[in-house]
């Protein structure tokens, strides 16, 4: 469990937005890290705003589909259009929480 964990860190490194080419990897995750951190100290939005708001931003900087791609590596060929559609959205929403 522990080799995917570290798999599944070094493909989101891998896998950042646009932002990710402009800046170093370590600046471009404190970047992301900071948003999160100041719209979860954001008291004046409801919890649901404040953590759809999370989402949103974890969703632009991050390529759901490559890392699907690279997490189930040789199974992804196997996979139909469908399947693949269902573990983004799934993979996602895991990574969401």
């Not at 900087?61 to 992804?76: E, I, Y």
């Amino acid at each position: 469990m522990g080799k995917k964990i570290a798999a599944l860190l070094t493909a989101s490194l891998f896998f950042c937005g646009a932002a990710l080419a402009l800046q170093t990897p370590t600046a471009s995750m404190k970047s992301t890290i900071d948003s999160v951190i100041s719209i979860l100290n954001d008291k004046s939005k409801s919890k649901t705003d404040r953590r759809e708001k999370v989402i949103t931003t974890v969703r632009a900087k991050f390529d759901f589909p490559a890392m699907s791609q690279f997490v189930l590596a040789a199974n992804w060929k196997k996979a139909s259009e469908e399947q693949k559609k269902l573990f983004i959205d799934k993979f996602g929403k895991v990574l969401e929480q």
